[in-house]
């Protein structure tokens, strides 16, 4: 069975930084690389937004306008993992952060295209991030 399992989360001060992780398993290390895989989140009473994603096979990756410059997404595909740095934390930027994947077909475009909440094949649990002012 293929999982995502989130970890990382926790309570920060504005201006801290977090590095969420996410673990893929059940996949093989070919099959890892098939997907792209990131972020979303979800702050109270709003809807789920894309954050982040990185293709497993090239690098590629893409970052919502609100966190370019500030979060860095990378994946460590011997390990199936993908990691989120997450530098000058804000209050706007408290939510549950849920890792998520998509298989890509050909022609390999960069994943920030399919980035939103239909286009996911497979979601973890989910893991919260507070930051206080």
């Known amino acids: 069975e293929v999982q995502l399992v989130e970890s990382g989360g926790g309570l920060v001060q504005a201006g801290g930084s977090l590095t969420l992780s996410c673990a893929a398993s059940?996949?093989?290390?070919?099959?890892?690389?098939?997907?792209?895989i990131g972020w979303f989140r979800q702050a109270p009473a709003k809807e789920r937004e894309g954050v982040s994603c990185?293709?497993?096979?090239?690098?590629?990756?893409y970052y919502a306008v609100s966190v370019k410059g500030r979060f860095t997404i990378s994946s460590d595909n011997a390990k199936n993992t993908m990691s989120l740095q997450m530098n000058n934390l804000q209050p706007e930027d408290t939510a549950v952060y849920y890792c998520?994947?998509?298989?890509?077909?050909?022609?390999?475009?960069?994943?920030?295209?399919?980035?939103?909440?239909?286009?996911?094949?497979?979601w973890g649990k989910g893991t919260l991030v507070t930051v206080s002012s």
């Open positions: 990185i293709d497993s096979s090239d690098g590629d990756t």
């Open positions: 059940g996949f093989t290390y070919e099959d890892y690389e098939d997907y792209a």
């Open positions: 998520a994947a998509f298989e890509v077909y050909w022609p390999r475009l960069n994943c920030g295209l399919s980035w939103r909440v239909n286009a996911m094949d497979i």
